[in-house]
């Protein structure tokens, strides 16, 4: 799968190995910068808003510029994305967090296995994201969606899994 996990745009005119090599150089480096800057945030204890909001614009310069590139199916790009995504979390962007999570499912669930805990996880994700912004119908698609994986991974009796059929319910 790692030509999946690391494809590139299909562009009229391809990029060139060393354009691709650099655009790796990038992603790995920023997202080593993103890093430090989600380490020093705990360690000044800034104000919450700018911070996330440096955090969040890091974020999306690099998907820009690594988008030229890189599909967004590619793990550099999922990375960024899934960042993103939980600065808006922590700031309480529901719509921007369920745009960037809408974008990272598909190919979550491509490259983990069927059963996999981390799209689980995202499935999840998605169905509270739902359900915060009023939409039922695919709030509950989606929560039912990650107990199905759940279930296979922990178990029908899991108490996590009754947890969340509870939320169901409660909805």
């Known amino acids: 799968q790692d030509k999946e996990k690391l494809e590139i745009r299909k562009l009229n005119d391809p ?3 060393e354009t691709v090599w650099d655009m790796i150089k990038y992603a790995r480096n920023v997202i080593e910068e993103f890093r430090r800057a989600k380490h020093y945030k705990y360690i000044l204890c800034l104000t919450l808003t700018p ?5 969040l614009e890091i974020c999306e310069l690099s998907l820009d510029k690594m988008g030229a590139v890189f599909e967004d199916s590619n793990v550099y790009m999922l990375h960024m994305m899934y960042q993103a995504m939980g600065v808006c979390l922590y700031v309480q962007d529901w719509e921007g967090a369920l745009r960037y999570g809408q974008k990272i499912i598909r190919p979550y669930s491509k490259h983990y296995p069927s059963y996999s805990l981390n799209v689980a996880s995202m499935w ?3 169905g509270r994201l739902y359900m915060a912004l009023e939409n039922r119908t695919a709030g ?3 929560l039912k969606r990650a107990i199905a994986i759940m279930e296979v991974a922990h178990g029908k009796d899991h108490p996590y899994i009754s947890e969340i059929k509870k939320e169901l319910e409660d909805h």
């Open 15 to 17: 990029p060139s190995a």
């Open 51 to 55: 911070l996330a909001c440096e955090l």
């Open 124 to 126: 999840l994700k998605l």
């Open 140 to 142: 509950v698609k989606a």
